[in-house]
């Protein structure tokens, strides 16, 4: 098992460290931190912290999972404008924030809690103006899709309350240890107007059931769900999910509802 300053790296936390200076200074460079509050999740040995760090932020908070990790960092790197929590981010109550938002975050997300970090970030999104955040190639690519393989829930989700823009493609060889795929800087700041869905919370399980087999056709990932699939016109007989827009599916959506009819 890898270990740093003595440090066990654990593959429960996906704990691969970031070794690239130049991918930390690209990172920060898209980002305005200057007098601002930046929110880091994971900090691991520090890295980027201490890179953050060299702006004039107006504070770093840093949500750590492990507890050596955060111990460490809190007593290596000496600033008062750093304040490193050990907890879950997945489970902390993000309130704690609101005092000085709007806050930036800059992050190395572990691979396996990606999308539930990004759905907590969705879930305080007014807390948030922008961010640059590292992920899985495979997961950014699924985030800004707008149609074809791999379109789906999180491109239909992630887009509708946020913008994203791709960065730098990171090798595994930036990190220690590295990891067995690609990884992506990925940019992305808070929409301020989002255009209204009726009844959300039943709209976004509505789209996990249309794009629940995505090589099949709409009607029959719906054939058999609480959604009436037989009230959609021949129109849509042919189509796939993959194949329809956001538009397209939220007059989907008023038909099974019966609010509508073609």
């Known amino acids: 098992m890898a270990q740093q300053d003595g440090i066990f790296l654990k593959k429960r936390f ?44 107006k504070k770093l908070h840093v949500f750590e999972i492990d507890a050596e990790w955060a111990d460490y960092v809190r007593k290596s790197v000496q600033d008062p404008r750093l304040q490193v929590d050990n907890v879950d981010v997945l489970r902390v109550d993000f309130e704690m924030l609101r005092a000085d938002a709007p806050w930036i975050i800059l992050a190395n997300l572990p691979y396996q809690v ?7 970030i969705q879930e305080y999104r007014d807390l948030f103006k922008e961010g640059v955040v590292m992920i899985q190639e495979e997961v950014a690519q699924k985030i800004v899709k707008t149609g074809g393989r791999g379109y789906g829930y999180p491109a239909l989700f992630f887009q509708h309350y946020f913008e994203w823009e791709l960065l730098q493609l990171v090798p595994p060889t930036a990190f220690l240890p590295p990891p067995k795929v690609h990884s992506r800087l990925i940019y992305f700041k808070r929409r301020i107007v989002i255009d209204p869905i009726p009844d959300e919370p039943q709209f976004w399980k509505f789209i996990r059931q249309c794009f629940s087999q995505p090589r099949r056709m709409l009607k029959n990932n719906l054939a058999g769900s609480i959604y009436d699939a037989e009230k959609l016109p021949v129109q849509f007989d042919g189509l796939r999910a993959q194949q329809m827009s956001m538009v397209d599916l939220l007059l989907v959506w008023d038909i099974v509802r019966g609010v509508r009819s073609v």
């Open 114 to 120: 990606t999308f539930p970090i990004l759905h907590r």
């Open 14 to 57: 996906g704990q691969h460290f970031l070794r690239d200076s130049m991918v930390t200074d690209h990172m920060i460079a898209q980002v305005h931190v200057n007098d601002m509050p930046v929110l880091e999740i994971g900090c691991g040995d520090g890295f980027l912290t201490r890179a953050i760090l060299k702006h004039p932020v």
